[in-house]
Nanobody, 125 residues
Framework: QIDLRESGGGSVEAGGSLTLSCAAS????????LGWFRRGQGNLRDGVAG????????TYSTSAKGRFTIFVDNAKRTINLQMNDLRPEDTGVYLC??????????????????WGQGTQVTVSS
């Protein structure tokens, strides 16, 4: 089990910004795919952003594109999600995840092997 610990959630008004961090080990950061998911009502996990740790290539959901940025800070050993121009529909529990084995399906949560507990983000209108 890879230990992942999210932080940085909170309550903001629409248009505001938050940066989420996920503390991870060097082993975790070396895995092929690192991602952020949002769990909203109904307990479904929707993919928000993913990063290929080998190439640095990033992938974003349609909603997140242009507003969110995923990046890895190797010095701090964190997987980060910078979120700008937040909207009420961004509300949910944000979880970071690691895929130990390569997958081309960035937003298929079943491909991810390790998950954090999540951090709550609430955006009010």
């Amino acid at each position: 089990q890879i230990d992942l610990r999210e932080s940085g959630g909170g309550s903001v008004e629409a248009g505001g910004s938050l940066t989420l961090s996920c503390a991870a080990s060097d082993y975790a950061l070396s895995r092929p795919l690192l991602g952020w998911f949002r769990r909203g009502q109904g307990n479904l996990r929707d993919g928000v952003a993913g990063i290929d740790s080998r190439s640095g290539e990033t992938t974003y959901s349609t909603s997140a594109k242009g507003r969110f940025t995923i990046f890895v800070d190797n010095a701090k050993r964190t997987i980060n999600l910078q979120m700008n121009d937040l909207r009420p529909e961004d509300t949910g529990v944000y979880l970071c995840a690691v895929a130990r084995y390569f997958t081309a399906y960035t937003f298929d949560y079943a491909r991810y092997t390790d998950w954090g507990q999540g951090t709550q983000v609430t955006v009010s209108s």
